[in-house]
């Protein structure tokens, strides 16, 4: 700000690319950190209602929320045997992704859970961009980005995370989708306790 009249307007823009660049490294700093922590230690499990996990991390999110009107509805979810921060890391990435991966409209997503094969799966919907069959493993791997950063801002590590995590807790995590009308992440996680 001192130098910017001695700088002129090329000089000003060349600052502005730097300080987007540290801004973006600094994104991907805190991701990597977050990603390589993610297993370092074995998690604590325990009983854990995974509709308080849902409310936590839609409420980290409420920026997000208001500014884009996205609603969610969630139905009854199971109580699992899992660790708590771990899962909330989880549903806060795929929550933020279905809310950030809009077209010009109001996100709507909706959260069910069912009993399968002695399995909770737990489906995440909604009404994105979907995305191309052909990807839709490619999207789990770290830093595989489908879109530019000018089009939708991020690392390419939330899903990488949201994967392990559901490893983590001897669950799986995969994705369905229909380009252009949305897309449908499954959890699914142990029906029965674990033994910590």
Request: hydrophobic share 40%; net charge positive.
């Amino acid at each position: 700000r001192r130098y910017s009249s001695e700088l002129g307007v090329e000089g000003n823009e060349l600052l502005d690319f730097i300080a987007i660049g540290a801004r973006g490294m600094q994104t991907l700093i805190v991701d990597l950190v977050e990603y390589s922590r993610v297993g370092l230690s074995p998690p604590k499990f325990e009983a854990v209602e995974l509709a308080q996990v849902v409310q936590s991390a839609w409420q980290t999110l409420s920026p997000a929320v208001h500014e884009h009107k996205a609603q969610l509805d969630c139905g009854p979810l199971p109580v699992v045997q899992a660790n708590a921060v771990l899962l909330r890391q989880l549903f806060r990435n795929l929550l933020d992704n279905a809310i950030k991966y809009q077209p010009d409209r109001c996100p709507s997503l909706t959260i069910r859970a069912r009993e399968v094969d002695g399995q909770h799966e737990i489906r995440v919907s909604d009404n994105g961009i979907g995305i191309e069959p052909q990807y839709l493993e490619q999207i789990f791997q770290p830093f595989r980005r489908l879109h530019t950063k000018d089009q939708f801002p991020g690392t390419g590590l939330g899903l990488a995370l949201c994967r392990k995590v559901a490893l983590m807790h001897r669950g799986t995590l995969r994705a369905e989708s229909v380009p252009g009308a949305g897309s449908t992440f499954i959890l699914t996680l142990p029906g029965k306790p674990r033994a910590v």
